[in-house]
């Protein structure tokens, strides 16, 4: 049954309001809530599965070669985040992604999240919506870094901020993406798990710091639609927000533990389906089944809707060597979840280009290729391009979602001046946890991202860190490599 909307229909039963409310907030962080803040305190590296520490290591390496691209390629974005975080002073905690800046953890988590998130070519677990890698990543980088704590920690705290934001982000799902942005909303809760972690905190302050942050929750989709350095922030203000409750729990605040199965709280606020018990639902399978190999590792630097389009609209074009004075125009077509999400034809800047499926297709049949040069600035104004765009018409066919219920499929039909047509489906593109990338494409990606920024011989020095993060003992040589 789900929760009333409204508190006014609570019986207390002679008790005081506020002790009766303290009281079930107490009984309910004992319950679902109680239990994963448990479990995510209780990681250890050194007892997770070879896969799962795997997977996390491919993460951290992702969202950190994500970074250290996004610093280079993204100044419009980067330089006011840095100029921001350096302004404030501060105890030198946590270092800056790219440079030997040292800033107080939660600003370092503020600005490293922000960067990560510049290019869209960062990790998304797709059952939430959610590009949590920027924000877990930043934040137990920071925490490990305060913390003096080892690789080992780095890769559990990881693991710790999928395993919360995953668990609790598929109980308000599908109804919670309809009007947040669930990098944000549920990025905050990732990252107060993961600094938790980072810093070493008990089952009891890690559930302080989660409702802190769940508590803190929001992030519209505005940025998401508009493409400004509000959906880059978002990233960078969840890992802040994270690192800022787990900060406040070591210093022994008693925050809001109850909060997410509260009768006002975070059910109760960020939920169309309002119903806390869901939850106990999702923690059957803790220890068993691992949020991080649920995660998506991108082959393309924009949103994930067009992925599947993208693959299918290069493999025909290179198929039957369409010019693209031969393409009349080209349909794409998707599920009904993602009808009308990213259809841009009027993209404004480079990352709102990176939202527009649109534009995506388009670079797509005439490059034969989407990558990091695809979206290089002023191409997004290119008169070509533009024009091509509008051959591109998005579809919405429910067909697909019942052909794969759970994959993010599209359909690519392209049809040719002389009135041939042209068919690819592609249910789960590259990268898809279910198809992911190999290694040796993985490596490839990280060596691409970093080359933007660093030289041959630092960004090898960088990736060989992160090839062994899991056996050092600080972060401090990892850290270093960073720095140009």
Known sequence: MSIPRTASNLSYGGIGKEHHLAETARKRAEGGAGRLAEFAAGIECAGLPAEVVGRAKQLVSDALACGVAGYTIAPEIVAPIRRYVLGMGGASEAALLVGSERVPAPLAGLANGTVIHTIDYDDIHLPTIGHFGAPVVASALAAVERSGGSGADLVAAVVAGFEVAGRIGRSVMPGHYQRWHS?????????????????????????????????????????TKVGDISKSLHAGSAAFKGLQGALLAEAGAKGPAGVLEHPVGFYWAYSEEGEPGRLAGELESLGTVWEVMEVDIKAYPCIFAAHSAIEATVEIVRERSLRLEDIEGITVRYPHFSDQHGVNYEPGSVMAARLSIPFCVAVAAMDREVGLAQFEHGRFEDGETRAFMRRVVCESDRSLKERYPDAPAAEVIVKTTPGERYHEEVARPRGNHERPLTDAEHRRKLEDLLGWTLDGPAARDLLDYLSRVEQLESLDGLVGSLSR
């Open 183 to 223: 990098t944000s909303s549920l990025g905050g809760i990732a990252a107060a798990a993961a600094a938790a972690r980072g810093f070493g905190l008990d089952a009891e302050r890690t559930a302080i710091a989660i409702g802190f942050a769940a508590d803190d929750a929001g992030g519209t989709r505005y940025g």
